[in-house]
Structures are given as structure tokens and as C-alpha cells.
């Protein structure tokens, strides 16, 4: 066989041989995708699902226990488990998307032009050095402090606990594209830029950017993950978003004295979903870390 | 060689007062921001009376310029006067000195298991980087950081309270029907100690057991797998092969060997213990610890501000304490640092 057959042969493979490739071979990577894929997929369709309403409450259905008609059993107010499980990721990747995505894009901003002058002296230097000494400060405080008491300054609805998490997740992307582009600006190809005439904005934007980015944006899914967890944790202490808003924190809340009585089905089953999708989205994390650093 | 160490020290502690202070201006300037009046959230809802308003409003200076409220303010946590909480009308520092303890007891003991456990583990797996352990290990890691605390707390309430029994209930630091002993500490195994009271000590101990679990449970593996990482990079580092085929004696290899990984291990336990400061509200939530959490998420939830801000600054001193000593200690075992 020659080579240029090799190529023929595998161009024409089929998609699903294409995406196994991919995945090459690693069953956990491939796992995970598919566990959050269906986790989104559900939570974007939930509405043309043949589900009960998450947020009615039936009161002659309290506390039912799992059933072929509420596999998940129904909650203190006889909403249906399952349906709230299912309709939880509205909220929660909703909110782990749109925060982690705004901290990435103010991070990566941030990181590229503040750290390019660092220590190039003149304002910009100067202006740099200042703000490295912020995003310091930001980071010493421990993380759900900051959380707990901003989202008690800014209130609770969804839009603030989005909020919230951009302001405490934007220092870790900063981070992240600072330390690549202090490596990456004293290379050689981007003194060849500046030599050949190229302006700044053109080799900052272009060239440092587009080499400086990409370990920010592998750190993305676990901190999606870190994300869900401190939305549900700011819920089941009351201070995230309210009840009824199907949320799993919120769920595991009113599933606490349930469980003390023996009533385990609210609480545990949407405590497995996030464990699920915080451990995909980790195990996603590391298999696009190792997929970079080849 | 100590005179180095020492400057160290002092250069680190020197920065630490500047520190305090701009966080000191972060939790004030935080807390101004917030929507709502003061004076009317001091008064409650029944302030109704414009007159009786504006006389709350000048008595806690909301009238003078902000720069003005600060000094004032500064001054005065300096000189220990937190103000008192409109919640409890207590004055805050007292608060927070009868609430922080149980805190402290609990996150001391879960941090200091976890070091016990983490490390030992982590050596042995570290030394058999491919062996079954250190694969089973990586997983649970992985896991383990994915659930939920409070979930963790609230599964093992499940198995050892309600199914199996031997667990007390999650009710708090010490069982109802036992006679609470007399606050010194504010500790309450070690006040049942001084009390002589064995009743209560016994029961103080029970309920320790389960928050301390489920937060070893959890956040173990990460003393764990910093471990074991350290053991597994230096034992194949030069100068320990070198050291072996030189026929070193074998418990001089494994003192250098460990000694190695000391710094990233200090590293991991004062982050693990900073983290635990404020992340353990979830888990007092569960077991009704009523701690330093708790407070904040109370006066939280009330819009108690002064209070809100007397937790920050003692979360963040002690978040700043932590490190400074992690620093100094991180000098200690890698003589590097200090140059």
C-alpha cells in the first residue's frame, strides 16, 4: 500500500469511524462527552418532552417514592424528581457557560494587553504591574467567601450569580494567558513580526493571541465544573437562585430533612446529576490538556 | 544561614499590615456598593418614621463623606469596636469570637487528618506510579472532586444516622439531651474537658465525626495526588538515582526523597486550609454546626452588613495568616526561597 492510498483510505472513512479516531481509544473521554451531551441535549429540549411541569406543585403527590410513573419519586411539593433533574441544566450549564465564557473573554483581553508591557517601563508598565497586584489581591481571598458575600450584595437572581462567577473566574483566566504570553512574546517569529514592520495591535492580536489562548481555554471545562458547583452550593444555602426554579442545589436543599427521615430520593438524585457532569466535564478538561501538550 | 531565614520572615510579616488594610478598603468599599439604606435595614421594617430614620442615619455617620466613614470605621476595628449587629445586638467581635472556634476546630482536624492520610497514602502510590493503588487513586481523586460537600455530608447522614444507627443526629456540636457545659473556650470538647464532664465530651467527639468525614472524604485526595506527584517526579530525579547507585544507605534515599516533597505538600494543606475557611459553611449548614459559616451566611442573608464585613475581614486576616505561615515554613524545608 502507498502512502498516497493511506490518505485516500482515510479520508474516506465513515463519521463514526472518524470521531473513534478521535477519541483514540480513550473511553472515558468519550464517555464523558456523551454524558454531558445528553445532559444539554435533554435540558434543550425538556420543554417538548413528555414531562410533568417542574414547577407544579401536586400536593397529593408528596414525597412519593420512585415509581414507573415518577421513576425519581416527587419532592416535598409532589413536583416530579425527574423532570426537575432534567430541567435543571437550564439553569445550572446556563449558568456555568455564560459565566465561564465572559471570564474567558475578559481574561484572555485583560492577560494579553496587560501582560505584553510587563516591565517594559512607562505607563504601560506601570499600569500593568497595578493591575497584576489586583488580580493578586482578588485571588488571596478564598473563593466562596467571595462568593457568599458578593452574591449577597448583588442579589440572587440568575443574571447576578452569572455575575458573581465571572468576576471570581475572570483572575484564573487571566492568569493562565499571562503566564503563556510572557513565554510566548520573547520567541523569535513575533521579533520577526515587530522586525518586518508589522504594528503592534497587528502582532498582539494575531500573532500573541492566537498562541497564547489556548491553555485558557483547556482550563474552561473544569472551571465549568467548579462553576455548577459553586451555583449549587449558593443555592442550597439559600443565597443563589430561588425556589421553584428547578436547580439541582436548590433540589438537594429541600431534599435535607427528607433524607434525616430516611426519604432519600430528592436529594440523592440530583446530587448524582452534578457529580456526573462536574466529573465529565473534568475528565473532558484533561483529555483536551494532554490533547494540547502533545 | 538563619540570619537569612530571619529577613525573610520579616520582609514577609512586613507586608502583611499593608495587606489587611487594602482588604480593609475592598470590604467597605464592597459593602457601600450595596443597594438599600442602612439606616432602614438597621431600623427594620417598621421604619416607617422619616424623623426616626434620619436619626439613625446621622447616628451611624451615613451623612458624611465616604472617605470620612472609612476612617471612622478603620479606626474603630482597630481599636476592637466592630459595631454590634442589628440581628443579634451583639457587638460583632464578640459574635465572631463565640461562633469562629467550632470552625476552627472542625477545618483544624479535617485538614490535619487529611495531611495524616494524604501523605502516607500519597507516598506509597507515588512509589508505584503504574501499580493498581495509584491508578485507583487518580480516579478517585478525580471524583471526589466532583461531589458536592454538602451532598457527601448529607449521604453519610443517610447511611450512619438514619440506616445504621451509630451516628448521632445531625444537630449541632453536642446532642440536645446532654447537658451543655460552661463556655470558655468555646471549644466544646475541650470545655466538657475542663468541665470534667465525660458525658458531654463523649458526645461532643460523636458529632465531630461525621463533618470532619465528609470533608477528609472529599478534600483528602488533593493532599493525596500533590503528594504522590512529588514522590513520583523526584525519585527518578538525578540526584537520587545517583544517590542509589552510589550505594547510599536506603533510609537516607527516602529522607532526601521526602524531604523533596515537603514544599509542595505545605503549599497544598495551606490552600486546602484557606479554602476550608469559607467552604465549609455548606457542610455546618448540614450538620447545624452554627459556626463562623453559618454567621456569615445569617447576616448575609439579613443584609447585616457590618456583620458581613467583620467576616470578611477575619476570613481574609486569617486567609493572609495561613499563608504567611505556609511561606515561612514553605523557607524552612527549601532553603532556596530565602536567597
Known amino acids: 500500500m502507498t502512502i498516497a492510498s493511506l490518505g485516500v483510505e482515510r479520508r474516506t472513512r465513515s463519521l463514526a469511524g472518524r470521531i473513534w479516531r478521535w477519541f483514540d481509544g480513550d473511553w472515558l473521554f468519550l464517555g464523558a462527552v456523551i454524558a454531558l451531551s445528553t445532559i444539554a441535549i435533554l435540558g434543550l429540549i425538556a420543554p417538548h418532552l413528555p414531562l410533568a411541569d417542574p414547577e407544579l406543585p401536586v400536593p397529593e403527590d408528596r414525597l412519593q417514592p420512585p415509581s414507573w410513573s415518577h421513576p425519581f419519586g416527587t419532592d416535598v411539593n409532589g413536583s416530579d424528581i425527574l423532570s426537575r433533574v432534567i430541567y435543571a441544566p437550564r439553569v445550572d450549564l446556563l449558568i456555568a457557560i455564560l459565566s465561564v465564557l465572559l471570564a474567558l473573554a475578559f481574561g484572555s483581553v485583560i492577560g494579553l494587553f496587560g501582560t505584553f508591557f510587563q516591565g517594559r517601563g512607562g505607563i504601560a508598565g506601570l499600569l500593568t504591574e497595578l493591575l497584576n497586584r489586583t488580580m493578586d489581591i482578588l485571588q488571596s481571598f478564598p473563593a466562596f467567601i467571595v462568593a457568599l458575600a458578593l452574591a449577597g450584595v448583588v442579589g440572587s437572581d440568575l443574571w447576578s450569580v452569572i455575575g458573581v462567577l465571572t468576576f471570581l473566574f475572570t483572575p484564573i483566566f487571566f492568569r493562565f494567558v499571562r503566564g503563556e504570553v510572557l513565554h510566548i512574546r520573547e520567541r523569535l517569529f513575533i521579533e520577526a513580526q515587530t522586525a518586518a514592520g508589522s504594528p503592534l495591535w497587528r502582532v498582539l492580536l494575531v500573532n500573541v493571541s492566537r498562541n497564547s489562548v489556548g491553555a485558557a481555554v483547556v482550563q474552561a471545562s473544569p472551571t465549568m465544573g467548579f462553576a455548577i458547583l459553586l451555583t449549587a452550593g449558593l443555592a442550597f444555602l439559600g443565597v443563589g437562585v430561588k425556589p421553584p426554579t428547578p436547580e439541582w442545589g436548590l433540589m438537594i436543599s429541600s431534599g435535607q430533612e427528607q433524607l434525616y427521615v430516611g426519604r432519600w430520593w430528592p436529594a440523592i438524585f440530583p446530587g448524582m446529576a452534578i457529580a456526573i457532569t462536574v466529573f465529565s466535564l473534568a475528565v473532558v478538561g484533561e483529555a483536551l490538556r494532554r490533547r494540547l501538550e502533545q | 544561614m538563619n540570619r537569612a531565614l530571619l529577613r525573610y520572615v520579616a520582609r514577609r510579616v512586613a507586608f502583611l499590615l499593608p495587606q489587611l488594610f487594602i482588604v480593609s478598603i475592598i470590604a467597605f468599599a464592597l459593602l457601600k456598593l450595596t443597594p438599600g439604606d442602612p439606616a432602614r435595614l438597621a431600623l427594620g421594617p417598621a421604619a416607617t418614621n422619616e424623623v426616626s430614620v434620619q436619626a439613625m442615619r446621622e447616628r451611624l455617620g451615613l451623612d458624611d463623606p465616604v472617605v470620612v466613614q472609612y476612617v471612622k470605621y478603620i479606626t474603630n476595628v482597630v481599636q476592637a469596636d466592630w459595631g454590634r449587629s442589628f440581628r443579634t445586638q451583639e457587638p460583632i467581635l464578640e459574635d465572631i469570637g463565640r461562633r469562629l472556634p467550632a470552625t476552627l476546630e472542625l477545618i483544624t482536624l479535617a485538614t490535619l487528618i487529611s495531611l495524616l492520610l494524604g501523605a502516607s497514602i500519597g507516598i506509597v502510590a507515588g512509589l508505584r506510579p503504574r501499580g493498581i493503588l495509584n491508578r485507583f487513586l487518580t480516579w478517585y481523586g478525580f471524583f471526589a472532586g466532583s461531589i458536592p460537600d454538602f451532598w457527601m455530608g448529607l449521604l453519610l447522614i443517610f447511611f450512619f444516622f438514619h440506616l445504621a444507627g451509630i451516628a448521632p443526629a445531625p444537630l449541632g456540636q453536642i446532642s440536645i439531651s446532654t447537658a451543655a457545659p460552661p463556655e470558655k473556650t468555646y471549644l466544646v470538647p475541650i470545655d466538657a474537658l475542663i468541665a470534667g464532664n465525660w458525658a458531654a465530651?463523649?458526645?461532643?467527639?460523636?458529632?465531630?465525626?461525621?463533618?470532619?468525614?465528609?470533608?477528609?472524604?472529599?478534600?483528602?485526595?488533593?493532599?493525596?495526588?500533590?503528594?504522590?506527584?512529588?514522590?513520583?517526579?523526584?525519585?527518578?530525579?538525578?540526584?537520587?538515582?545517583?544517590?542509589?547507585?552510589?550505594?547510599?544507605?536506603?533510609?537516607?534515599?527516602?529522607?532526601?526523597?521526602?524531604?523533596?516533597?515537603?514544599?509542595?505538600?505545605?503549599?497544598?494543606?495551606?490552600?486546602?486550609?484557606?479554602?476550608?475557611?469559607?467552604?465549609?459553611?455548606?457542610?455546618?449548614?448540614?450538620?447545624?454546626?452554627?459556626?463562623?459559616?453559618?454567621y456569615a451566611v445569617e447576616a448575609v442573608l439579613r443584609k447585616d452588613l457590618l456583620a458581613v464585613q467583620g467576616f470578611l475581614l477575619v476570613a481574609a486576616a486569617f486567609t493572609m495568616l495561613t499563608y504567611l505561615i505556609v511561606d515561612i515554613l514553605y523557607a524552612v524545608a527549601d532553603p532556596r526561597v530565602r536567597l
Open chain 2, 201 to 294: 465530651f463523649e458526645s461532643a467527639i460523636t458529632h465531630l465525626v461525621l463533618p470532619t468525614l465528609t470533608l477528609v472524604l472529599v478534600y483528602m485526595p488533593a493532599v493525596l495526588k500533590t503528594v504522590s506527584a512529588a514522590v513520583e517526579k523526584y525519585r527518578s530525579e538525578p540526584f537520587l538515582v545517583a544517590a542509589r547507585v552510589h550505594g547510599m544507605r536506603r533510609r537516607y534515599v527516602y529522607w532526601y526523597l521526602f524531604r523533596n516533597t515537603l514544599p509542595p505538600t505545605i503549599t497544598i494543606v495551606g490552600v486546602l486550609f484557606v479554602f476550608l475557611i469559607g467552604g465549609t459553611v455548606l457542610v455546618e449548614k448540614v450538620f447545624a454546626w452554627n459556626g463562623f459559616g453559618q
